[in-house]
Structures are given as C-alpha cells and as structure tokens.
C-alpha cells in the first residue's frame, strides 16, 4: 500500500489540503517539500489553490499532490485545483504523514499518523475515528532553519522525532545558539528525461524511447572512448572489446553509486519539448554532450515528421540529459510536470 499523507498550506488561519497519494514519509514528499520552500516563492501557493466547487470544473481536472506541479503554478501563477475535502489528516490510520505550511507564521509543521492516544492542544483536535486520533504534531521548523539546514540532516530529524513515543513539540528557529547543520556536501544528482505527450505513443513504445534517452549519455561515451579488441589466449579468436571511458567523479560517486535518480517529466508537445533545448543551453548545457535528442525511425506507430540527413523519416519524442546537480536539473524541470 503507498504511504499515504496531507499537504497543507496555511494563511489567515485558513487551511487548504492536498492529498499526498503515495510517498509521503520524510525522504520522500518531506525532502520535497522542504526544497519547495527553499527554492520557490511560497508564498504565492495559497492563492494558487482553488478547490473544485470554486472553479466549477468536473473531477478530472483536480490534482493530488506534485512538487512539480506547486513549482510549475508557482513559476507560472497558474492556479492549482484540488478535489479532496475535508481535512484527510483527521484519520491517522489512514493518514501516514502531513506536512502543514504556515504562512503566518512562515513555520513547516511535520505530523505523524497511526496515533492511538490524543495529543493534548492538537489544532486538530482529539475526535477518535477507526479507533485512531488526528495525526500527532512531532516539530515546528523555521522558514529560516530550513533554509540554512542540510535537507538530509533535516531529513533524518524527522525521522528520528517519528520513532519518539511522546506527543511532545520539538522547534527549531534560526538562532544562533541553535547548532544549525549546514550544507556540506554538492546537489544530489539526478538524471532528467523529458518526453512528449501529444504522439500517443503505447506503454511499450513511449518505455523504448525513455529507455534510449536514459542510455543516451553512456551510449555517447562508451562509443568515444578508447577501444581495444580482446582476443582469446589459446586460438587468439577475437572474443569482444574493452573500452576505457572517462566518468565524471560526481556521476560515479553519486549517481551510479548512489540512488540512480531519475525523473521523467511531460511535454504537451513538439514545442514545449524544443523549450528545454532553450533552457538548457541558457546553463551553458550543449546537445550531445549534456543533452541529448531522441529521434524515432517511424517503422512502427509513429508517422515522420521530418526529415535526417539519410533521408530517413523521424519523429522528435524525448530529450534525455546526462546526470546533472540537482540544482541545475530543477530549474529546467520546474518548467513541466511529471508524466502521467
């Protein structure tokens, strides 16, 4: 079952709820939702979210909780419609974690769910449902704290403070007689995909050209690095090749050896995908060394719509980038959404 949670956002004493559909523990929509804070205008998300009654739209057009989705109404002031009623963090059965963004008092709460006694003071309350109280308030972080604090370091915080069998509230402020963990090592890396939306491509086909963009940069360096021929020892038949190829230290240390982080982002066509060649070379990223462009031959669903210079049918369908700093793959990123 996915680990469920709630995103709120806070003004005027007013709450407004996201659900967070799977992902919700600290390392994942916690760690998120932290760098939304350190990297966007937050502030600007409470007007943002409408709930559905109050945009008259049907069912389909609401959205659970995405960080790519909060970035992209943040980056574009496009409003963000939520369907779910009600306040989700009631029910910490159901409920595994929440995050509360107070915008009054520029604080991140982080609850705690499946809590069988009450918490005195709860702004929740102390109503049992399923034999279950309203998640339990763990810490109160500074908008300040976290933007000086190591996300990991935070991370493992949260952690820790869940695994305490108290109802205590533990603060965290931007004090200087408060030891605050400072960054101390580079972004993570992640690998960025961006594929398009409009073609329609089946699973299969849109998993082929994911693939290729994903195997795009390793591909370039496996067939410019040095080669050799290996031959056999006995009747020196030649049995393959050895090939020596340069990684950059960050890539190796901590991406192939570390999580192997990928994101696969949508684009609602042709245009908005070309965008990204844009953005990128605004970092100083070059295509076909940072970036490359993936090119279908149109042999079975797709039609052509261009031209190679082989005179072969093509249709542009993803861009995949090289591993890069996290920091560098958000702000092309924070452009789209994940794909769906």
Known sequence: MSTRGSFIVRRDNEDKE???P???????AGKEIIR????REISKLFNLLVSEDE???????GHDYSLEKCEYCIENDEVYIYTRGGRYILDSLMCEYAYALDLDSDTLEYYVGFQKTPQAGNRYGTIEINGYFPCCLKAVFSFAYLSQANIPDVVDLMESLERENSTEIHRY???PNIPVPVKKK???IRQLIIARKDLYMSPGKLAAQISHASMAFLSDMLRKGKT???HSVDDNEMEGYEITISVPSDIYRDWLHGNFTKTICEARNRKHLVKSISLA???GLQEGKDFFLIRDACLTELMPEETDEGSVGRSLTCIGFRPLPDSVAHRISRKYQLYR
């Open 186 to 188: 580079e972004d993570e």
């Open 22 to 28: 799977h992902d919700a523990y600290p390392r994942g």
């Open 55 to 61: 945009a008259e739209l049907k069912d389909d057009y």
């Open 228 to 230: 050799t021929e290996k």
């Open 281 to 283: 070379e605004e970092l």
């Open 173 to 175: 402020d931007a004090d």
């Open 18 to 20: 996201l659900y967070i």
């Open 36 to 39: 939304l804070i350190r990297e």
